[in-house]
């Protein structure tokens, strides 16, 4: 079965620190892996794309991995700002416009 | 995601109506999709469409029907609107070719409750 799976649901860190947003799939045969942003009432919005050849994938203070192997990826922030509250959603695909699988998203919050 | 307009952005109905739900490009883009979001649950596409005279179902289209206008216009329908169909729903576009390597590009959503 196709999934993508997304931990932690909700994580809240202090304005300044690192967080690392995790991200696994099952879907096969895979083509590229997106990690969009998205802001409360807002559509999301593409942070990174990477396809099976790339391991990692950098968007100023946000970074993504991917192992292809494991089909594992993680979004990692750095110094992290209020506006990075958000939910960030990992969305793989099979090689279709109309074949994505969405993960249910990690709900961050950055406190002051 | 001003490229992408959806209204109306909240709407409140009952059950048994038809509601319309619409949405706006100007990116060019010929490639567009409905999706619904609940919570705890990934967006789910509804139904898609990559030009003018195509119209697919997506993964959910039972209870829903869309239209393609124009280029720039792509309309959802509920034609019996149920509780269950309570949700978020985004519109999407994208470039044609490449596949799924052209990035979506999402409206701000409808928040649609049915009661």
């Known amino acids: 079965k196709n999934q993508v799976e997304q931990s932690p649901q909700s994580l809240i860190i202090l304005e300044g620190k690192n967080c690392t947003l995790q991200?696994?799939?099952?879907?096969?045969?895979?083509?590229?892996l997106r990690w969009y942003k998205q802001d409360t009432g807002r559509g999301p919005v593409s942070l990174t794309i990477m396809t099976f050849s790339e391991n990692t994938k950098s968007n100023g203070r946000y970074t993504a991995t991917l192992d292809a192997d494991t089909k594992q990826s993680s979004l990692h922030i750095t110094a992290s700002q209020l506006s990075d509250s958000a939910s960030y959603i990992c969305v793989v695909s099979r090689g279709w416009a109309n074949n994505l699988f969405f993960g249910t998203g990690t709900r961050l919050t950055v406190i002051p | 995601d001003a490229d992408v307009t959806q209204t109306p952005r909240n709407r409140i109905t009952k059950t048994g109506k038809r509601i319309m739900l619409e949405c706006s490009q100007t990116k060019g883009h010929d490639r567009m999709y409905w999706y619904r979001q609940d919570p705890g649950l990934g967006l789910r596409l509804i139904y898609y469409?990559?030009?003018?005279?195509?119209?697919n179902k997506g993964e959910i289209s039972d209870g829903y029907s869309v239209s393609r206008q124009a280029q720039a216009k792509f309309s959802l329908s509920l034609e019996s609107a149920i509780p269950n169909q309570t949700a978020l729903y985004f519109c999407a576009t994208s470039e044609q070719g490449r596949g799924a390597d052209n990035e979506q590009f999402f409206g701000p959503g409808t928040r649609l409750t049915v009661l």
């Open positions: 991200c696994n799939y099952t879907v096969s045969p895979f083509s590229n």
């Open positions: 469409s990559f030009d003018v005279k195509d119209i």
